[in-house]
């Protein structure tokens, strides 16, 4: 491979998700040439929903885009959680939130979100996909990758932006082992109305049963999202997805199998749900980590995109004055990446993984105690257990 280091700073971004395109957009900011390769074919219409919380609409007003993403999307103003056949058990206080933080939550739809950032790439950013990295090698002064179809290329640095299955991951640090949360996620988008959780209002709900979950959430323009988080063994194939999931749920109460009845079969995505033992580092040389590809988490604070973005704002920050030139400047700006974001990253991987175990729980009686619990907690000690999280600003 051709490892000459380019005239002008020139980053190579390995992905076109959330974490990836905050990345580019960022950095050229800073007048960087940008290039990014996607694996797919194409920017999926499918897709889930997302849940933008304070923290990542604040990373977003950074880039001037918190406002139209939120008119894309639609606001949390609701958001109960109840058991499997209704009963309330809590609220969570998001009026409250909204006050401190200056903003409410909003959902909306990841490749909705996704279209919006690509839309605000400019000259300096190109943006090539199906290219599947099969080497990278590392020079002075230069990084370079081929890909699959043959294709070279050759930049200043390299940001694994690539997922959960990252291949720049690999390639730096071998194989690691995912682990299996213990549960799969079904998800699905669907036009649906709820005179419960009207559009202007927004918001959603929550169904607690033994160790199985529903969710259900306005994502504007008349769509809701839903899912589904059902226990389940590792590997276990469903082909008829939404006979599945009406089975697993026969019973829960209203609105949940009419929204699930509601939508096309073939557009419900369904995964086994994995987290990954947190690495020691993730950079090596002119090459760096983001996102799921550096710290993939379960997605129960709903907070994987919302972590890719503080990244993407940290490590670019860090960038913005380096010498490109100098690989001990460019492994400098990485470790200090690496010092601020690791901690609070880590804590949140932890986090949604005790999270899981108390939402999943299949124990009757474990159940039992945990919804008396959640149903006698003040608003105040709920804002207080997460606002460390959501209130946090890079």
């Not at 559009?199 to 979950?213: L, P, V």
């Not at 993984?353 to 945990?370: D, H, I, K, T, W």
């Amino acid at each position: 491979m051709n490892s000459t280091a380019p005239a002008s700073k020139k980053a190579l971004i390995l992905g076109a998700g959330i974490g990836g395109l905050m990345t580019a957009l960022f950095l050229q900011e800073q007048g960087w040439d940008i290039v990014i390769y996607e694996k797919k074919q194409e920017l999926s219409e499918f897709g889930a929903g997302l849940v933008l919380a304070a923290n990542a609409l604040h990373v977003l007003d950074k880039l001037g885009l918190a406002e139209k993403v939120k008119q894309a999307g639609a606001r949390v103003g609701k958001a109960d959680i109840r058991s499997w056949q209704g009963k309330a058990i809590t609220a969570v206080p998001v009026d409250q939130q909204a006050a401190l933080y200056g903003t409410y939550s909003y959902l909306i739809h990841r490749a909705k979100l996704q279209g919006i950032l690509v839309e605000h790439l400019n000259e300096r950013a190109t943006l090539h996909m199906n290219k599947r990295l099969i080497a990278l090698e590392q020079a002075e002064q230069s990084v370079a990758v081929r890909f699959e179809d043959g294709t070279e290329d050759t930049g200043h640095i390299l940001i694994g932006a690539d997922g959960i299955h990252s291949q720049a991951a690999s390639m730096l640090f071998g194989r690691s082992e995912l682990r299996y949360s213990g549960f799969k996620a079904l998800r699905g988008i669907t036009p649906y109305k709820d005179q419960c959780y009207l559009t202007e209002i927004g918001g959603g709900f929550e169904a607690w049963g033994k160790g199985k979950r529903f969710g259900f959430s306005q994502i504007g323009e008349n769509q809701v999202f839903w899912f589904a988080a059902i226990n389940a063994a590792q590997g276990a194939e469903i082909v008829h997805k939404k006979e599945f999931v009406l089975k697993q749920l026969e019973g829960w109460h209203d609105p949940i199998e009419d929204v699930i009845r509601a939508t096309e079969e073939n557009s419900i995505l369904v995964h086994d749900i994995y987290d990954r033992k947190p690495l020691a580092r993730w950079s090596i040389g002119r090459v760096t980590l983001l996102g799921d590809a550096a710290h993939p988490m379960l997605p129960n604070l709903g907070q994987g995109g919302a972590q890719a973005m503080e990244d993407a704002y940290v490590l670019t920050d860090r960038l913005a004055d380096v010498d490109v030139n100098s690989s001990d400047a460019i492994r400098a700006a990485f470790t200090e990446y690496e010092k601020i974001r690791m901690p609070r990253v880590y804590q949140v991987v932890r986090h949604s993984r005790r999270m899981a175990r108390l939402v999943q729980m299949s124990n009757p009686l474990g159940m039992v105690l945990r919804n008396q619990l959640l149903s006698r907690l003040p608003a105040k000690l709920q804002i207080k257990q997460l606002d460390g999280l959501l209130g946090h600003r890079v």
